[in-house]
């Protein structure tokens, strides 16, 4: 019996799930693709590091030359994350032919392109499945089930560790930083939570969604990013009610040829299936436009998690399934809309020095702005300030900032809080 071989690089968390998995479902695997897999090397970087994985250490190797010169290495596993020197190893690895599969959505995120192309030339399968929303099978779906459609929205929480603690925060009640500081003594948070909090992680994998989704390049640079420091207590409690959750959001949509990508805190109604998704599970809702909308859900991070969808990764290569998917010919141009032409409704929170009039000056503002209100709530009557919170209809974000700008040299006019951008997904 033939045996594929696999040259594993990282085993660190992913790396052990996919170990385990090749082990453990052995017999699953061989029935769904009629070959045995085999883990022939393994790279890490320190050679020395004590192991929970029952791998012979002969496998282990800390020279890639081992993993690139070896011809019966046919597979490519990259799960040892960051740019270089992964992306470097990639490269080396498809122009010897060998297929590649990551989960590295910074890498893919950054330098997809030139990965894409140089799968493309060297006629090699270049697959990515555990990049987003780990264990969720969506970038499958995207490019094979729903390849029918035209996608007209996604909206996804692919970042579980903004999901646990906007969701803690919702719970318990508590302020921003005292959440993160427990979940990073937990684990569930990094030393340095920015990649996370920022919302860096949430917007490389909507670059990726992006491009399976409405076939635009790969490009960071032109994706809305804005993270989750600034939610409080007081806004989670006016979101509650008003009806709505808060949500880091990675959202893109098409219309009529233009597309918007944007990453920030969301409002979403109670009774959008994305509001119950909690603590650090993902969920990505999509809208095509023949299957209509479809939400998928699990866990977007962990070993076995990811390791699954990097096993069906392979699995997909060895069934010649791997298309190279880059058909950068076919690519037409469409326009990502800076964040000012996108029009949303804004939930927009100022606190005022509590004097009659000021009320009526703020609403005149946005009204100069063309910014139509939707609701006002006034509270904390008694102090010298009060917070007036607006929701407003759908508006042009250009004309909400020229607003916000006008309404701050209202004299009266303490401080814009905060500014939540609104989605009513279904309804809308
Ligand atoms: N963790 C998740 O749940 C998850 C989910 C989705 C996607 N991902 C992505 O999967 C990738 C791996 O994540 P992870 O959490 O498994 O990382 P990890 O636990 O930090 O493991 C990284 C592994 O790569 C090895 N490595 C790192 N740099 C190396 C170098 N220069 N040369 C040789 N070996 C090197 C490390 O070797 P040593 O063991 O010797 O240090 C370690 O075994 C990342 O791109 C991440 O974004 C992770």
Known sequence: MEKIKIGLLGMGTVGSGVWNILKNNK????????????????????????????????????????????????????????IEPAKDYILKSMDKKKHVVSA??????????????????????????????????????????????????????????????????????????????EAQDKGYAELDPTADVEAYDAAHKLAILG??????????SSIYREGITKIT?????????????????????????????????????????????????????????????LMFYGKGAGDM????????????????RGNIFYPSNSRKKKIVKSMEETTCKYYIRIVVKDKPGVLGKIASEFGKSQVSLSSVIQKGRKTPTVSLVF???????????????????????????????VENGVDE
């Open 27 to 82: 017999d699953e695997i061989f029935r769904n693709c009629g070959y045995e897999m085999e883990i022939a090397k393994i790279l890490v970087k320190d050679l020395d590091k004590k192991r929970n994985i029952d791998a012979p250490a002969s496998l282990y190797t800390d020279d890639f030359n081992e993993v690139l010169n070896d011809d019966e290495i046919k597979i490519v596993v990259e799960v040892m994350g960051g």
């Open 104 to 181: 590295n959505k910074a890498l893919i995120a950054s330098h997809g392109k030139e990965l894409f192309e140089r799968a493309e030339s060297n006629k090699v399968m270049f697959l990515y499945e555990a990049s987003v929303a780990g264990g969720i099978p969506i970038l499958s779906t995207i490019k094979e089930s729903l390849s029918g459609n035209k996608i007209e929205e996604v909206m996804g929480i692919v970042n579980g560790t903004t999901n646990y603690i906007l969701t803690k925060m919702t719970k318990d009640k508590v302020d921003f930083h005292n959440v993160l500081k």
């Open 211 to 220: 491009f399976l989704s409405f076939g635009i390049n790969i490009d960071l």
């Open 233 to 293: 207590p007081v806004d989670i409690e006016y979101a509650k009610e008003l009806g709505y959750a808060i949500k880091l959001l990675a959202i893109g949509k098409e219309q009529d040829g233009e597309i918007e990508m944007r990453v920030h805190p969301t409002f979403i109604p109670l009774d959008h299936p994305l509001a119950s998704v909690g603590d650090a599970f993902n969920a990505v809702f999509l809208k095509g436009n023949a299957v209509g909308d």
């Open 305 to 320: 998690p990811t390791g699954s969808a990097v096993v069906g990764d392979i699995i997909d290569i060895i069934k010649n």
């Open 391 to 421: 929701i407003t209809h759908k508006s042009k974000e250009g004309n909400v900032k020229n607003a916000i700008d006008n309404i701050l040299s209202i004299e009266q006019v303490v401080e814009i809080a905060n500014l939540i951008r």
